[in-house]
């Protein structure tokens, strides 16, 4: 070997005790845990895809299209499943969290590298799990991804293993969360203060506290309901003395902060391009840092909003009506920010830019319908529609799957030291957009007009929603072949990167692409704000 | 070909070890505060029947239990200073003491609930299943908290045997004993939850 590689030998060729695939599944690097993680939840991602797709086919014409009723039931729920435990919530965590959050800080890893391996162990026979759900004699679960009660207590699908699955899943998601916090407190750069972190290292604090306190609180439900199915007991189903609201209310404890879970790192990941893009720095630091720790906070508390309807007194509706509105605050904060960080900036339309203003604009939409969905007045009339299910579509794929992609195109030469083609990425990104609106936002008007989620079958005059829902799911998917085939591509045969494509500021960039194993060869010393465009490029 | 030259230094952080666990401990606590909660809506809507079930537990076992998981509260807090004071050979005793302890725990727990069996009181029983609903949920949280309140015990004896073989191997020592640290801390948990259990399900009055 040269002289020069044994200076710098990247974490991809990286050779240590284990050989071949070994070699990866025993790292504890977080850069190689974060792959791990990126392939798992990119595979993931696709077969949830796929089982979306055809809802989109069966719900193409009314009546019986492509599957039968029970599969359609099992198709929505596993769709669900695999979606929101294996992909949204560990998605930017595990995946960028892992590889930027030590970069960001300057550490050479986090805190617990080997909790960090076993996380991804566990995340491995979570998902595992359920996807077996779909290949047992009693057939997927039919009860939704949210398991109400008391229906879970008593169908004859395989709901057992399903909530096991998420239970399993849950506890992955706890051990990073709590070896994130710890690598915050503990592991930053000499100089590093707090209101010195990047922005998404903020976003990624606020999202692992979350990750933290709420998970158990699901996790010891999905058991009661285990051990319910087993034992007969009572706790959830009336027959037997016990409350199904109470199911209710415990879920959604856990599964209204999971939102802002995913929510917070997309915003975070945002929060990091547009300056970057802008060569401008970043408007009103302070209240984006501590924005993420208000909707974290806050965000625990309003998780009655999506039980409107199902009995609540009149008091505990508004008060979670406006707590909801509340929670609202901090993210147009954030809305704001962001504009106001392009203002007289030199803006370069780069494919992680051109995404992160596609989030804005699928933000905004999916953010402001929330608003409608958290008033009690509105939400009765539109509960349990369509209308709902285009609003949190606009949230999780327009905002943390278009985050996600934003994120892999503005990392990506970091990651594998190459680089994309980037009018390929454009025109993926921009066929994207255009089959993600035309997929979801139909879905608005039919279910303003009263189609319910979750049916089966429908009345002939929302067959023109549909269709065009059907048409843009199709374009969709094909926008995510092109940008897929294009990863490939740029990772296998791609130009080399240089260590700072975009002329960003943040640690991450000071260093070789991709980085080595220990990410620092000096250990750096932080002494100015993460977004310093003034000292000219 | 050959391997590369493995860098990774040895980085210790007692602080960090420590901050792990006690956000670890966070989560068994709400783990544990759902299922109060679940508790406390339950008592408030059969609190007739709940004072009634309590009846049927031993009190005499149960604070017979309680002392037991005091005393072993503290011999493993002198573990800790002992270690502390590199005086190993008192720090192993009271690692066994505290083990012999959580192993007495368990037998009045096995003789208690091996009553309730006897009796046809268990979880999916034809006689649980005849209670009033009240009596029904009471036993199935006893069940159930107890149950999970059990399991912490064997994972913390586990840790607390782990410690003392790193005492014998000398990998818990006076100036690095944070494995030690951190299983008594969970020790003190268990010891918590149990403080909470005692009455919520024993003196309902």
Redesign the interface.
């Known amino acids: 070997m040269s002289n020069e590689t044994e200076k710098h030998v990247s974490y991809l060729d990286y050779k240590g005790e284990y050989k071949g695939i070994f070699a990866w599944i025993f790292s504890t690097d977080h850069k190689r845990i974060a792959l791990l993680y990126l392939y798992a939840i990119v595979t993931f991602f696709f077969v949830g895809a796929i089982l979306g797709l055809m809802m989109r086919f069966e719900l193409a014409a009314p009546g019986e299209t492509i599957v039968k009723p029970q599969t359609y039931n099992g198709l929505f729920t596993v769709h669900g499943v695999i979606m929101i435990f294996m992909v949204v919530i560990p998605g930017l965590s595990a995946v960028f969290g892992n590889f930027l959050l030590p970069l960001h800080i300057g550490a050479k890893d986090v805190a617990f590298p080997k909790l960090n391996r076993f996380s991804w162990w566990i995340f491995i026979v979570g998902s595992i799990m359920a996807i077996m759900t779909q290949f047992l004699r009693q057939g997927p679960p039919d009860t939704g991804w949210t398991f109400y009660a008391p229906y879970s207590t008593s169908t004859g699908t395989s709901v057992i293993l399903a909530t096991s699955a998420a239970f399993v899943l849950g506890f992955s998601s706890i051990l990073t969360g709590l070896n994130f916090i710890v690598t915050i407190h503990r592991m930053r750069a000499p100089g590093m203060k707090f209101f010195n972190m990047p922005l998404f290292p903020w976003s990624i604090y606020a999202a692992s506290w979350i990750q933290l306190l709420a998970t158990p609180v699901v996790g010891i439900t999905l058991i009661m309901l285990i051990f319910e199915r087993l034992f007969g007991i009572g706790f959830f189903n009336p027959e037997l003395g016990g409350d199904p609201l109470l199911f209710q209310h415990l879920f959604w404890i856990y599964s209204h902060p999971a939102v802002y879970i995913m929510i917070l790192p997309a915003m975070g990941v945002i929060t990091e391009i547009i300056p970057t893009f802008c060569q401008q720095k970043v408007y009103g630091y302070k209240a984006i840092a501590i924005s993420s720790l208000a909707i974290a906070g806050v965000g625990f508390l309003v998780w009655g909003h999506h039980m409107y309807t199902s009995g609540m007194s009149e008091q505990a509706r508004w008060f979670f009506s406006l707590l909801t509105f509340v929670v609202a605050v901090p993210s147009a904060i954030k809305v704001f920010n962001w504009i106001l960080t392009m203002y007289k900036g030199s803006i370069d339309l780069k494919p992680p830019f051109l995404y992160a203003l596609f989030f804005i604009f699928l933000f905004i939409i999916g953010g402001t319908t929330g608003l409608i969905l958290g008033a009690v007045a509105t939400n009765i009339q539109v509960h349990d529609t369509a209308f709902v299910v285009a609003h949190f579509h606009y949230i999780i794929f327009g905002g943390m799957g278009f985050a996600f992609f934003a994120a892999i195109h503005y990392w990506f030469p970091k990651i594998y030291g190459t680089m994309y083609n980037i009018k390929r990425a454009n025109f993926g990104a921009i066929l994207l957009f255009i089959g993600f609106n035309l997929l979801y936002f139909p879905q608005f008007i039919i279910g303003y007009q009263g189609m319910p989620r979750r049916y089966y079958d429908y009345l002939p005059q929302f067959q023109w929603g549909q269709i065009l829902s059907t048409i843009g799911g199709v374009v969709l998917f094909a926008a995510l072949i092109v940008m897929v085939a294009n990863l490939v591509k740029g990772a296998k045969k791609g130009e080399p990167a240089p260590a700072n494509p975009w002329h960003g500021s943040t640690l991450e960039w000071t260093i070789p692409s991709p980085p080595s194993l220990e990410n620092f060869d000096t250990d750096p010393v932080v002494k100015k704000n993460p977004y310093d465009y003034n000292s000219g490029i | ?4 030259e ?3 230094h040895v ?1 210790r ?1 007692d ?2 070890q420590k ?2 666990m006690w ?2 401990i ?3 606590l ?6 109060f ?2 508790y406390s ?2 008592r408030a ?2 609190p007739e029947n709940f004072h009634e079930s309590s009846l049927e537990l031993s009190v005499t076992l149960g604070v017979i239990n309680t002392v037991i998981l005091l005393v072993s509260s503290m011999s493993v807090a002198i573990a800790l200073t002992a270690v502390q004071k590199s005086n190993y050979k008192l720090a192993k005793l009271m690692l066994l003491l505290t083990v012999a302890l959580a192993l007495a725990f368990m037998v009045n727990k096995y003789f208690e609930w091996g009553a309730k069996f006897h009796h046809g009181l268990y ?2 029983s034809e006689l ?2 005849l209670l009033d ?2 009596h ?2 009471y036993f ?1 949280l006893y069940f ?1 908290m107890t149950g999970l309140h059990a399991l912490h015990i064997i994972i913390g004896v586990i840790l607390l045997l782990i410690s003392y073989v790193k005492i014998n191997k000398g990998k818990v020592v006076s100036d690095n004993f944070m494995h030690l640290e951190n299983a008594a801390l969970y020790w003190h948990l268990v010891d918590l939850i149990w403080i909470f259990l005692f009455p919520l399900l024993y003196l309902i009055s």
């Open positions: 070909m050959s391997n590369h493995n860098h990774t980085h952080d602080e960090a901050l792990g956000l670890f966070f989560t068994e709400l783990l544990f505060g759902g299922l909660l679940v809506i339950f809507q059969y979880p999916g649980m299943q609903r009240g029904h949920l199935s159930f």
